[in-house]
């Protein structure tokens, strides 16, 4: 095989790589999306926590 046909199949199978993992995250995207709200894992809220704590000891 020449070079460039070399490249050309190395080209070919990453991007066939790259599509699948693509398939596998729009997939798990739209399966989240569909599920029941009690079975989605909770997410976090960190906005609302760092405003009401305090960013400094209280003096003695």
């Known amino acids: 095989m020449f ?5 050309a ?3 070919s199978a990453d991007l066939l790589r ?3 993992a693509y398939r596998a995250v729009r ?3 739209a399966a989240r ?4 709200r009690g079975q989605e894992p909770r997410e976090r809220v960190t906005a609302h926590g760092r405003r009401t704590g305090r ?3 209280r003096p003695a």
Do not use: D, L
């Open 9 to 11: 199949a190395a080209h």
């Open 3 to 7: 070079e460039h046909e070399i490249n």
């Open 33 to 36: 999306r569909t599920a029941p």
């Open 27 to 29: 997939e798990a995207r």
């Open 55 to 57: 960013s400094a000891p």
């Open 18 to 20: 790259e599509a699948a």
